[in-house]
């Protein structure tokens, strides 16, 4: 191969190098953009049920059949995605569907290792004194219990059901990403 031939295919691996890394980062870009729902807020992200009945529709408007019926508040949601004021969520045993965005609200909530629910007796999840491992025990819940989260350091949750609060571990939660902080 001639040197001018070796330069247009070293020139042509340039461009074509460049071009991907200009792709790349337009898709980077728009991975960032699409992070956020028309709302502004973060896309997904967690809230609770407001309102003590909340119908679960199969689609994004009051003439979509109703597929499920919540009947208590407080229960924690994930928004998955969002049309207009209507907000897709999942709940901590899977189940989609659609709400109003009036019905639900922005405090947090979880339930206790949710996928340990009837795997075996005995299993506990310890609510602690302090957001450490070894910090004594205050309650010992079974899975599924509903927790008021406060907030979350990124490892531990301050938390609070039936009248005691402590401190849960954040990977025994439905509620909490891994690694999310908040107050």
């Not at 989260?149 to 005691?164: L, Y």
Request: with cysteine.
């Amino acid at each position: 191969m001639g040197f001018v031939m070796r330069h247009v295919i070293s020139n042509a691996s340039v461009l074509i190098l460049a071009a991907f890394l200009g792709v790349a980062a337009m898709t980077a870009s728009a991975h960032a953009q699409a992070a956020k729902g028309p709302s502004g807020l973060p896309l997904p992200r967690f809230v609770s049920l407001k309102a003590k009945s909340v119908n679960l529709r199969i689609g994004p408007s009051l003439d979509y059949a109703v597929a499920f019926r919540y009947l208590k508040s407080g229960v924690p949601v994930e928004i998955i995605q969002e049309y207009d004021n209507w907000r897709r969520i999942r709940d901590a045993d899977g189940t989609e569907g659609w709400v109003n965005q009036a019905l639900l609200s922005g405090e947090r909530t979880a339930v206790a290792a949710p996928w340990m629910r009837g795997k075996s007796e005995g299993v506990f999840v310890n609510l602690r004194r302090d957001p450490q491992g070894t910090a004594p025990i205050v309650a010992r819940m079974e899975p599924g219990v509903f927790l008021r989260i406060g907030e979350c350091n990124g490892d531990w949750c301050h938390a609070e059901t039936q009248g005691v609060e402590g401190w849960i571990a954040q990977n025994e939660i439905w509620g909490a990403y891994p690694g999310e902080a908040f107050k």
